[in-house]
């Protein structure tokens, strides 16, 4: 099963891996490239997009879930898990703080700093991530006005795993709460020439809105041996709310609608070194229903070459445009640093201008491991009283891991199979006194 599960892998990886390297023949070629993709999904074209307002929401702030296609609503491993799965904070493995940078189209970037926290069942978060993009004003001889475009979101995000156990690891359920503001530069007057005071206000907007988000784990078709489970699915709601002008002393008007959407994701780890990832969203337009875009697909793969070093890439199809991803992520110590290059029909405009960067460090976990150690030697030592026929002593030592983890099944098995074993030798006993 195990060789038939590599064979799988490398049908699935092969043809991507070649696309990437490919690449270099592309740029030889670029236009007819892109002709070519637009051919190949202009029945996929969206009449209905760009019709929402705060649109950078769509914009990735890079790192592994970027590299994976997007496809990270059910994965969610990673402090980027927060633009994804708002319930993955509380199954992080550990506690984590990550940068991001995004190099866009046209001198537009995106910075991100994220940080997520862990404390048994409870997860936390936060995030703060800014689009922004020169803006310059020229006449026929000179720039007249020169400022930055841009839009910035905060996120706090808020967790708690329901459940949990040894054999069932949970139900996992969280909360986002965003606000968005997109900062317009003032402009200069057609007929004057001059800096109109406060007319970039006019224009600028403010958004408040809500993400939802569930995440189940679990074990199936498992070709390794590891108490993580390696089939997880996650279901989220993102971008849940509305926008509002600023028109300035006559106050606020409703904008247009935010770019909602719903995701359903599934991933897959059949073997140790391989991750394979699915997702769709499908966008919905709150005001309109009927306007809404076209749902999207995404899929990606994470392989885990050494300890120190893993390999992945995506693919992502939203309306006509395809977007192709390779990524590596290298590992120092606690330190994490994912270099991705993308091929994005939607926004290039040269073959090399997509490149995001993340560097992310372990916070540490809380002392989970620590504790592990402890409740495994502890089960280690009432199994070999068990072994020796001493069970009080085993019970007392499996009692001392449910004080410390209430769910931790084995060794609630392990009294209850030490008790039946004492009922038995009592009844022996009895039997034997009355012959």
């Known amino acids: 099963?195990?060789?038939?599960?590599f064979k799988i892998s490398k049908i699935f990886l092969t043809p991507i891996i070649a696309f990437f390297c490919a690449f270099p023949v592309f740029s030889l070629e670029y236009e007819e490239v892109i002709d070519s993709l637009s051919t190949a999904f202009s029945t996929l074209i969206d009449a209905n997009e760009g019709m929402t307002t705060f649109r950078t929401l769509y914009i990735p702030c890079g790192g592994r879930s970027e590299a994976l296609g997007s496809a990270f609503t059910a994965l969610a491993d990673d402090v980027s898990y927060i633009e994804y799965n708002a319930a993955a904070s509380s199954i992080l493995d550990e506690s984590e703080l990550?940068?991001?940078?995004n190099s866009w189209i046209s001198d537009a970037s995106m910075d991100t700093v994220s940080y997520a926290f862990r404390h048994h069942d409870f997860g936390f978060g936060a995030q703060v991530k800014c689009f922004y993009v020169e803006f310059i004003?020229?006449?026929?001889f000179e720039d007249v006005a020169k400022d930055y475009y841009s839009e910035t979101t905060a996120t706090l995000n808020f967790s708690y795993n329901l459940f949990s156990g040894y054999d069932f690891k949970g139900l996992a359920l969280g909360l986002?709460?965003?606000g968005a503001y997109r900062d317009m530069p003032d402009y200069t007057d057609n007929d004057t020439g001059d800096l109109i005071d406060n007319s970039g206000l006019m224009q600028s907007a403010f958004a408040f809105m809500a993400d939802f988000g569930i995440l189940m784990r679990f074990n199936l078709w498992k070709y390794y041996s590891s108490r993580e489970p390696n089939f997880r699915i996650g279901i989220s709601a993102n971008n849940f709310g509305c926008a509002f002008t600023n028109l300035g002393s006559t106050g606020l008007q409703l904008d247009d609608p935010l770019p909602s959407r719903f995701a359903f994701g599934l991933s897959?780890?059949?073997v140790m070194p391989l991750v394979i990832s699915f997702e769709f969203q499908q966008p919905i337009n709150l005001f309109n229903p009927s306007l809404s875009e076209k749902w999207a697909l995404g899929s990606g793969f994470l392989v885990q070459c050494t300890d120190f070093f893993a390999l992945e890439g995506g693919f992502l199809l939203r309306g006509a445009s395809p977007r192709f991803t390779m990524g590596a992520e290298f590992i120092i110590n606690s330190y994490y640093i994912n270099v991705n290059y993308t091929f994005d029909a939607t926004s290039s405009s040269t073959p090399v201008n997509r490149i995001s960067v993340s560097a992310k460090v372990s916070l540490g976990d809380g002392g989970r491991a620590d504790q592990q150690k402890v409740?495994?030697?502890l089960y280690s030592e009432g199994l070999n009283y068990y072994a020796h026929g001493d069970m009080d002593k085993a019970i007392s030592s499996w009692q001392k891991i449910l004080e410390i983890n209430k769910f931790f099944e084995?060794?609630?098995?392990?009294?209850?199979?030490a008790k039946t074993t004492l009922k038995l030798q009592e009844d022996i006993l009895q039997a034997n006194f009355f012959d």
């Open 268 to 270: 897959y780890k059949p």
């Open 98 to 101: 990550g940068v991001f940078h």
């Open 410 to 417: 084995p060794a609630r098995k392990g009294i209850a199979s």
């Open 375 to 377: 409740i495994d030697a």
């Open 137 to 140: 004003e020229r006449d026929f």
């Open 1 to 5: 099963m195990k060789k038939a599960i």
């Open 176 to 178: 986002n709460l965003k």
